[in-house]
């Protein structure tokens, strides 16, 4: 089983930055993919950014492409989701996910099956 908390959220004014942090810890050797996800409220949850642990490849919403950088620091097993140019509309709890993916379905959160508390971000 893997656990991750997730932290670094806050409040912010546009145009600031915040980074997240999400660190796991058991055993992750089932899974190749951490991604980061948000729910606004009345809102469906949504995938942000995802980076694959072979390779290191990283995916991102186009809502974010630009604005926001996924990276890992293996030694540490944790995860980070650097957030600049924040906009109103980033406000959102934040959810870090590991699991197996398959394809490109890196944004479907069924393919996660661990998942953190949330941490989190608003904007104003």
């Known amino acids: 089983q893997v656990q991750l908390v997730e932290s670094g959220g806050g409040s912010v004014q546009a145009g600031g930055s915040l980074r997240l942090s999400c660190t796991a810890s058991?055993?992750?050797?089932?899974?190749?993919?951490m991604g980061w996800f948000r729910q606004a409220p009345g809102k469906e949850r949504e995938g942000v950014a995802a980076i694959y642990f072979i390779g290191g490849r990283t995916d991102y919403a186009d809502s974010v492409k630009g604005r926001f950088t996924i990276s890992r620091d293996n030694a540490k097993n944790t995860v980070y989701l650097q957030m600049n140019r924040l906009k109103p509309e980033d406000t959102a709890m934040y959810y870090c996910?590991?699991?197996?993916?398959?394809?490109?379905?890196?944004?479907?959160?069924?393919?996660?099956?661990?998942w953190g508390q949330g941490t989190q971000v608003t904007v104003s």
């Open positions: 058991g055993y992750t050797g089932s899974r190749n993919c």
């Open positions: 996910a590991a699991g197996l993916v398959f394809g490109d379905r890196w944004f479907s959160s069924s393919q996660y099956n661990s």
